[in-house]
């Protein structure tokens, strides 16, 4: 269950900011699993190596770089163009549209901005996919913050220069925890969407269940 969202604590929020890869659509439907396969053969091609050192280089860059894409253009000066291309290549059969989330966001007061660390093309596919398309002010991808991956604060600032977000006015909805550490630094409300919590002084709440989460800050 969600821990409890009191309306009041969202009441000076303006722009809310969504995630996009298992918040706007439940982690069961695994598309990073079809993702990641697809980053591990591109790795092995681009690099040369085989499958047990791609995987291995994969997490590394994930966990130093904040996105593999990340750790293959400081390591290895890759061009982010074809690699997004190609590793969100996949099929979005596992997705169905939702009325209920879209009806609790579509409520929401103010502007609402999708920002992911995959590209805008893809958030696009999986937007509609949800049934979710038309909804947003604003849809950005890596390539707005200049390929800079969340958790990088620089990459917040830069999106939200472009999407016109006050960050003292604005909440962010995110399922990787460490992404929520800089838009608390911003002095944005955080909201951790994930089946189970992970305490941390950055994240002000949690749900496993982000339409109902959402409804509830609009009775």
């Known amino acids: 269950m969600s821990r409890a969202a009191s309306a009041p604590d969202f009441g000076h929020v303006e722009h809310w900011v969504f995630d996009l890869d298992n918040t706007l659509y439940p982690p069961?439907?695994?598309?990073?699993?079809?993702?990641?396969?697809?980053?591990?053969?591109?790795?092995?091609?681009?690099?040369?190596?085989?499958?047990?050192?791609?995987d291995r280089l994969r997490q590394h860059y994930w966990e130093v770089y904040g996105t593999t894409l990340a750790g293959l253009m400081a390591e290895h000066g890759v061009d982010p163009g074809p690699y997004l291309t190609e590793v969100h290549d996949i099929s979005f059969d596992a997705l169905v549209p939702d009325p209920a989330l879209r009806a609790a966001i579509a409520r929401l007061p103010g502007r609402k901005l999708v920002y992911t660390n995959a590209c805008t093309p893809?958030?696009?596919?999986?937007?509609?996919?949800?049934?979710?398309?038309?909804?947003?002010?604003?849809?950005?991808?890596?390539?707005?913050?200049?390929?800079?991956p969340k958790p990088e604060r620089a990459a917040f600032e830069a999106v939200f220069a472009q999407g016109g977000v006050m960050p003292e006015?604005?909440?962010?909805?995110?399922?990787?925890?460490?992404?929520?550490a800089a838009p608390h630094a911003m002095g944005m409300r955080t909201v951790h969407?994930?089946?189970?919590?992970?305490?941390?002084?950055?994240?002000?709440?949690?749900?496993?269940?982000?339409?109902?989460?959402?409804?509830?800050?609009?009775?």
Do not use: C, K
């Open 169 to 180: 006015r604005a909440a962010m909805f995110e399922d990787d925890a460490r992404n929520l």
């Open 193 to 219: 969407v994930a089946p189970a919590p992970a305490p941390a002084p950055h994240i002000h709440h949690h749900t496993d269940d982000l339409a109902d989460f959402v409804a509830r800050l609009t009775g």
């Open 122 to 148: 893809y958030a696009e596919r999986v937007l509609e996919a949800r049934g979710l398309s038309g909804l947003f002010d604003g849809v950005f991808g890596v390539e707005h913050a200049g390929f800079r």
């Open 28 to 54: 069961e439907a695994r598309l990073f699993d079809q993702i990641e396969v697809r980053m591990t053969a591109w790795v092995m091609q681009a690099l040369g190596v085989l499958r047990d050192e791609a």
